[in-house]
């Protein structure tokens, strides 16, 4: 059983389809536009190097510093005292180890970088500068044909 406000009524599907049909006849018109188009391409752009310097420069390295000063109890002289003969280890160890341990860190850094990557897409979806214009035109639209369209629930 359905109960509807007295301030409510049905929202009938000729009105929906319109308004959805003059939103898609604006995207089509608007995708024309050299100046949005353009805008589109930068801001894909910035958002994609946004992504990818989170994922891969800000999370590795914040993760590779911030756990061994945790463990070093927020100690610098500690963490230093105990990184020091790890890195000695290193320098002193022949060129397969080295290598080994560079693969290891690579593969740590790549991995820790798409984990961030896959989870920075899905928290924070790109928004696309032709919906944001018809979204705008949207709302123009709406209080021009405010006596064609559904109150709003």
Known sequence: ???????TRAVDA???AAYWAERRRYLERVRRV??????????????????LLWSFGFFPIFIAFWIPFVLSSFN????????????QDFVDSNPEV???TIST???AWASIGFIFLVFDFVLTPFRSP????????????EQLNVDQLPDKM
Do not use: C, G, K, N
């Open 14 to 16: 000729p009105e929906v």
């Open 76 to 87: 610098p002289v500690v963490m230093a005292t105990d990184l020091i003969p790890l890195l």
């Open 34 to 51: 050299p100046e949005i188009r353009q805008r589109f391409w930068r801001e894909v752009a910035i958002y994609l190097l946004r992504r």
């Open 98 to 100: 080295q290598a080994t």
């Open 1 to 7: 059983m359905t109960t509807y406000s007295p301030h």
């Open 130 to 141: 032709y919906e944001y214009e018809a979204d705008v035109y949207m709302r123009s639209w």
């Open 105 to 107: 860190l690579s593969i």
